[in-house]
C-alpha cells in the first residue's frame, strides 16, 4: 500500500461484493439497465443546455416561458431567465388541474400517534388560506420568514405559502437553541417567526415558543409571530406581535392565485449544519431548484404511483426540504411524514409506522441504521415490511456493515438500496445508484446522475488517477445548485470556486474505482496523515464498524512527533459488551488486519456516545480536539448534545 502522490489519498478499503438491481425490479423500473442509464448520462453530458431545457418545459408550469437557459458568469448562475413559474403550483395546482386533486399527497403521524391525510387538494386549499394569513400580516416577494415548527403538515403548509407568494423561507431544526435562531433571523433580516405552542418529543413537551420568544428578544427584523397549537399548554402571547395560527386560518380565505415568479426568486435560505465555522445561509431559487428536486426523486426513488414515499428527515434540513417537500410533491406522490422520535414509545416505532402505512420507499440516514443495529434485531422482526420495494441512506456514508444489516433485515435482501450523495448545497441528490439500472456496491454512492459531471482533482486542479483519493469537484453548472451565501458572495466564491477555478468544490474527498463507481472518503478536512500516508476517516470507521462488538466509530488524527499523525479512534460499543482492555488490543488488531499496520489505531477510547450535530453527523472537529487534549475552539451551536463533550473530557482527565 504505497502512497501515490503527496495530494492523493491512500485507497485502503477492498468492498468487492455487488449487488445487481433485481431483475423484477428493473423491468418495471424508469430506467431499466445500465446501458439505458449511460445513455441517458451520455445524451446529457452531450448537451446539458439542451438536456435541462427540456426537462424543463416537460415537467414544470410555466406562467412565461423561459428565453435563456443558462447565464453563467462564474460562480453566479441564473437558470430558466426570463420565465415565470411557481414552486407551489408546481407541487399542488398542477395536479388539481390535471384531475389528481383527490390523491393523497401528505400521511401524518403526531408522535402521541394521532394521524392525519390531506390530498393534494386540500393542501393547496390549506396552503392557499396560510398564504392569505402571510399577507395579511405584510409578507411579499422578497421577504424572509423564519420557521421554527415541529414537524406537523402546517411545517409543509408554511413552507409552500410562503413559496406561493414569492416569500423565502428559512426553515430552522426545532432543536435549535434561541442563540442559534436569534444568529440566523438577525443575517436573514426575517420578518416574520412562525413557531408552535410546543413539540412533542419522546413523550415530552418541547417548549418551543418559550425558546422562540427568547431568539425574538434577540432578532430586532421580526415583527410578527405566528404560532400553532399543537401541545395545548399555555404560553405567553405578546399583545401586536404574536398570533394564533387558527384564529388567523379561521377569518382567512382560500382563495390566493399563485403568483408568477421569475425563475431566479429566491424560494429558501437554508443554514448549513456545518461542522465548521458560522453558519452560512444557502440561498436556492425557484425554476432550478424544483424542477432538480423533481427529477432526481422520480430518476433515483423510481417513483411509481402507487408508491407511498417516507423520507424520515426533519424539514429543518435540505433532506426534508427536497425530499418531503418540494420533490415529491412535485411528483404527485402520497408522502408518509412523521413527527416524533424512532424510539417512542418503543425502539419499533420506525417499523410500526411502514407496516402501518404499507411504506414501499424508505429513506433514512445511517446515523438511524446504526442506532436500530445497537436497539436490536428484535425491534425489526416484530412487523410485517413486506411492502418495502427500495430503500435509501443520505448525510454521511454508510459502512458497508451497516449497509448488509439495512439490505438483510429492513429489506429482506429483496431491495436495493439508494446511497445518495449530495450536500445542503447541490440542492438535491448528485450521485446515487438508479435503482433498476446501476449494480451497488456496499458504501458507494455508485455514479453521477444525468447532467451532473464529477471530477476528482488534487489541489493543483489536475485530475487524479483511478481509485486515488482527490477533491471531488462538479465541473458543470446545474439546475439545483446553490446560488450563493446569503448576504456573502465573497465567501461563496471563496468556499466552493477559489480552490478550483471552473469547477465547485464540494468538500469532499472522494475516489473513483475501475468501474466508475464513486467512493465518498470523508470532509476534506478530515483527512489523517499518517507517516505522509493520507487515510480517509471513513475507511478507518468501516473497518472499526464491521466489528461486531462495535457499534459506532470516529477517527481523528493527533499530532504525533514521530508519523506526523497518530490514529484515534473514539468507539461506541454494542448494547451489552463491556469496554476491557482486550477489547481495545482486539480491536487495534482488527482495523490492522482490515486496512493495514498503517491504520491501526494508537488510541481508542469507549464512549457511551459521540458528539453529533442535530442532524445526525459526527463532529470530528471537536474529537480532534480531545484527542490533542486542547479546549474545543469555534462554533459548538450546532452540536446535539453537550453533555456528551463534558463526559469525554471528564474521561480525559
Ligand atoms: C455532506 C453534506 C445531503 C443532505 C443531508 C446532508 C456528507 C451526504 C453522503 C453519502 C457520504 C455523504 C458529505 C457531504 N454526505 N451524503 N451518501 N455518502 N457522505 O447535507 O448537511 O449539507 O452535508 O454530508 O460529506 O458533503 P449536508
Not at 415529491?328 to 418503543?346: S, T
Request: with cysteine; hydrophobic share 40%; charged share 25%.
Amino acid at each position: 500500500m504505497a502512497s501515490q502522490s503527496a495530494a492523493s489519498i491512500d485507497n485502503v478499503m477492498h468492498e468487492s461484493r455487488v449487488f445487481p438491481p433485481p431483475a423484477e425490479f428493473s423491468a418495471a423500473a424508469r430506467v431499466k439497465s445500465l446501458d439505458e442509464y449511460q445513455a441517458l448520462w451520455d445524451r446529457a453530458a452531450a448537451d446539458p443546455l439542451a438536456f435541462w431545457a427540456d426537462l424543463a418545459r416537460e415537467e414544470l408550469h410555466w406562467f412565461e416561458p423561459f428565453t435563456e437557459t443558462l447565464q453563467w458568469n462564474e460562480p453566479f448562475a441564473k437558470w430558466f431567465v426570463g420565465g415565470k413559474t411557481n414552486a407551489a403550483y408546481n407541487c399542488l395546482d398542477k395536479h388539481v388541474a390535471e384531475g389528481r386533486g383527490d390523491r393523497t399527497a401528505i400521511l401524518w403521524e403526531g408522535e402521541p400517534g394521532d394521524t392525519r391525510t390531506l390530498t393534494y387538494a386540500e393542501l393547496l386549499s390549506e396552503v392557499c388560506k396560510f398564504a392569505n394569513v402571510l399577507k395579511s400580516v405584510g409578507v411579499g416577494v422578497g421577504d424572509v420568514v423564519s420557521i421554527y415548527m415541529p414537524m406537523t403538515p402546517e411545517l409543509a403548509v408554511a413552507m409552500l405559502a410562503c413559496a406561493r407568494i414569492g416569500a423565502i423561507h428559512s426553515v430552522i431544526f426545532a432543536g435549535f437553541s434561541a442563540e442559534a435562531i436569534a444568529d440566523r433571523n438577525n443575517d436573514a433580516k426575517a420578518k416574520v417567526q412562525l413557531t408552535a405552542d410546543g413539540a412533542w418529543r419522546r413523550g415530552k413537551a418541547l417548549p418551543l415558543k418559550e425558546t422562540v420568544d427568547e431568539a425574538l428578544a434577540k432578532s430586532h427584523t421580526v415583527e410578527t409571530c405566528i404560532a400553532l397549537k399543537r401541545i395545548g399548554e399555555p404560553v405567553a402571547m405578546q399583545d401586536g406581535r404574536d398570533h394564533w395560527w387558527h384564529e388567523l386560518m379561521e377569518a382567512a380565505s382560500d382563495d390566493c392565485p399563485a403568483t408568477p415568479l421569475d425563475s431566479e426568486t429566491t424560494l429558501f435560505i437554508l443554514y448549513t449544519s456545518g461542522s465548521t465555522g458560522k453558519p452560512k445561509g444557502i440561498r436556492h431559487t425557484t425554476a432550478g431548484y424544483n424542477l432538480y428536486a423533481k427529477k432526481t426523486f422520480q430518476w433515483v426513488f423510481d417513483h411509481r404511483d402507487d408508491d407511498v414515499y417516507w423520507c424520515t428527515a426533519d424539514c429543518g434540513w435540505i433532506t426534508g426540504h427536497s425530499y418531503l417537500v418540494y420533490g415529491p410533491l412535485a411528483a404527485g406522490a402520497a408522502c408518509v411524514m412523521y413527527e416524533g422520535a424512532p424510539n417512542f414509545p418503543a425502539e419499533d416505532r420506525f417499523w410500526d409506522i411502514v407496516e402501518k402505512y404499507k411504506v414501499t420507499t424508505f429513506y433514512t440516514a445511517p446515523t438511524a441504521i446504526r442506532a436500530f443495529i445497537k436497539w436490536g434485531d428484535e425491534h425489526v422482526e416484530k412487523h410485517d415490511l413486506s411492502s418495502l420495494r427500495l430503500l435509501g441512506t443520505v448525510g454521511e456514508g454508510i459502512n458497508p456493515a451497516a449497509w448488509l444489516w439495512y439490505h438483510e433485515k429492513i429489506g429482506g435482501g429483496r431491495c436495493p438500496i439508494v446511497d445518495t450523495w449530495w450536500q445542503t448545497e447541490t440542492g438535491g441528490i448528485m450521485m446515487s445508484p438508479l435503482p433498476g439500472a446501476i449494480p451497488t456496491k456496499p458504501g458507494s454512492c455508485t455514479k453521477p446522475l444525468p447532467g451532473i459531471m464529477p471530477k476528482i482533482v488534487d489541489p493543483m486542479g489536475d485530475e487524479v488517477g483511478e481509485n486515488q483519493g482527490g477533491w471531488l469537484t462538479i465541473s458543470h453548472p446545474w439546475p439545483g445548485m446553490l446560488r450563493g451565501i446569503w448576504g456573502d458572495d465573497q465567501r461563496y466564491e471563496e468556499v466552493y470556486w477559489s480552490k478550483t477555478p471552473g469547477m465547485y468544490l464540494a468538500g469532499d474527498n472522494a475516489r473513483r474505482d475501475e468501474d466508475g463507481y464513486y467512493w465518498i472518503m470523508g470532509r476534506i478536512d478530515d483527512v489523517l496523515n499518517v507517516s505522509g500516508h493520507r487515510l480517509s476517516t471513513i475507511e478507518i470507521e468501516s473497518a472499526l464498524v464491521s466489528h461486531p462488538k462495535v457499534a459506532e466509530a470516529a477517527a481523528v488524527g493527533r499530532p504525533d512527533e514521530l508519523k506526523g499523525e497518530a490514529v484515534a479512534v473514539f468507539v461506541s460499543l454494542a448494547a451489552g459488551v463491556e469496554a476491557t482492555d482486550e477489547l481495545r488490543d482486539e480491536l487495534k488488531q482488527h482495523v490492522r488486519h482490515e486496512i493495514g499496520a498503517l491504520a491501526q489505531p494508537d488510541d481508542i477510547r469507549f464512549t457511551a456516545a459521540l458528539p453529533k450535530t442535530r442532524s445526525g453527523k459526527i463532529m470530528r472537529r471537536l474529537l480532534k480536539d480531545i484527542a490533542a487534549g486542547k479546549e474545543t475552539v469555534g462554533d459548538t451551536t450546532t452540536l446535539e448534545d453537550y453533555t456528551v463533550l463534558a463526559k469525554l473530557r471528564s474521561d480525559d482527565a
